[in-house]
């Protein structure tokens, strides 16, 4: 085997990048780059994040109990490594960077408007781990642009998304249908 072992504190492979939105539109709110992010459950569906305990980010979920995952686009990476490196404390993200923070249909936390995917969450569970919480949420709400669908479903290799392999890159290249392999 051609394999060194190293620190497991590297990371893995790859990391969905998602900006979470919390607080409430119109109060307290804020924008956040989240790069420990899953969608854990397809029935019912549920997302979970961590979040370190110090962030706004953490105490505005902690106060309302739901947050929004917004999916940015590929050509987000300068707004996605801000928003993730400043502090909503002393920064209004949104007018910032000029995205329109908007109240979904089910929790008061923002949705970017500008996002081609936007999930509307409420916390069922929170899991102390060490340098993060992890947050587990149901996903009581799934807004998608139009012209990233394909009838009710996401449509395969539309979008273009961020994720973190040290640095940004690029995903969203289709290349087969689930159960290829049948």
Known sequence: MNKRMVNPEIGYPLYPIILVGAGEVGGEMTLSTITLAAHVCERPPKMAIGVMPAR???QLIERTGEFTCN???????????WVGTRSGRDYEKFERWGITPVVGQKVKAPMVAE???????VVEQKISLGSHDLFIAGVVAAHIRSEYLEGDRLAPGRLMTLVQLVGYCRAGEYLDRLGCTE
């Open 56 to 58: 706004q980010t953490h």
């Open 115 to 121: 996002s081609p995917l936007s999930l509307e969450c």
């Open 71 to 81: 999916m940015p686009l590929d050509t987000w990476v300068e707004l996605s490594d």
